[in-house]
T-cell receptor, first 117, second 111 residues
Framework: GAVVSQHPSWVICKSGTSVKIECRSL??????MFWYRQFPKQSLMLMATSNEGSKATYEQGVEKDKFLINHASLTLSTLTVTSAHPEDSSFYIC?????????????FGDGTRLSIL | GEDVEQSLFLSVREGDSSVINCTYT??????LYWYKQEPGAGLQLLTY?????DMKQDQRLTVLLNKKDKHLSLRIADTQTGDSAIYFC???????????FGRGTSLIVHP
């Protein structure tokens, strides 16, 4: 159980394009989803916390207008990288948890590798 | 310094035991987690331990927690080549529901 599906797994596109990444919880309802960015050989950097039915909470230094997050249902959150540029190239990973109880671990998607030419 | 620290690399011979260490800073941390990341993939939850426990064993995995020293370790018995991956330690600080991750330990298993 607790499967999180992330799509697409790999995107290559031209500079200036907007890219949408989907994160779905397949067998549970996720009131909270998280979006991370991972640079090569580095840890996960939390970008934002996505709450169903409300605005996302962004971490300091993350541009809200650049990284649009929508959590329209209990099973789907999307991250849209708007007008992507080469410096946005990275590995983006989403995770989901059922509720705010501490002992519910996060379940991760398989990540999306974004390459901007 | 970092809130959660891990050594970056560990190399072991196939069949030996691997021990990956982690230190954290928040004495009020409630849960501590170990995640595994294979190349090009997301993170897979391996195991987690509640802060009032000293040890947790699950098949080949043994987690030891020294709360006094804020030290967590993951022991993998009979390490196999398929165990080669990056292992992340994470702590859930008291009052938070978002874990803090370490930078990951790259485990290399050679024949």
């Amino acid at each position: 159980g607790a499967v999180v599906s992330q799509h697409p797994s790999w995107v290559i596109c031209k500079s200036g394009t907007s890219v949408k990444i989907e994160c779905r919880s397949l067998d549970f309802q996720a009131t909270t989803m998280f979006w991370y960015r991972q640079f090569p050989k580095q840890s996960l950097m939390l970008m934002a916390t996505s709450n169903e039915g409300s605005k996302a909470t962004y971490e300091q230094g993350v541009e809200k207008d650049k990284f649009l997050i929508n959590h329209a249902s209990l099973t789907l959150s999307t991250l849209t990288v708007t007008s992507a540029h080469p410096e946005d190239s990275s590995f983006y990973i989403c995770s989901a948890r059922v509720d705010r109880v501490a002992n519910q671990p996060q379940h991760f998607g398989d990540g999306t590798r974004l390459s901007i030419l | 310094g970092e809130d959660v620290e891990q050594s970056l690399f560990l190399s072991v011979r196939e069949g030996d035991s691997s021990v990956i260490n982690c230190t954290y800073t928040d004495s009020s941390s409630t849960y501590l987690y170990w995640y595994k990341q294979e190349p090009g993939a997301g993170l897979q939850l391996l195991t987690y331990i509640f802060s009032n426990m000293d040890m947790k064993q699950d098949q080949r995995l043994t987690v030891l927690l020294n709360k006094k020293d804020k030290h967590l370790s993951l022991r993998i018995a009979d390490t196999q080549t398929g165990d080669s991956a990056i292992y992340f330690c994470a702590e859930m600080k008291g009052g938070s529901y978002i874990p803090t991750f370490g930078r990951g330990t790259s485990l290399i298993v050679h024949p």
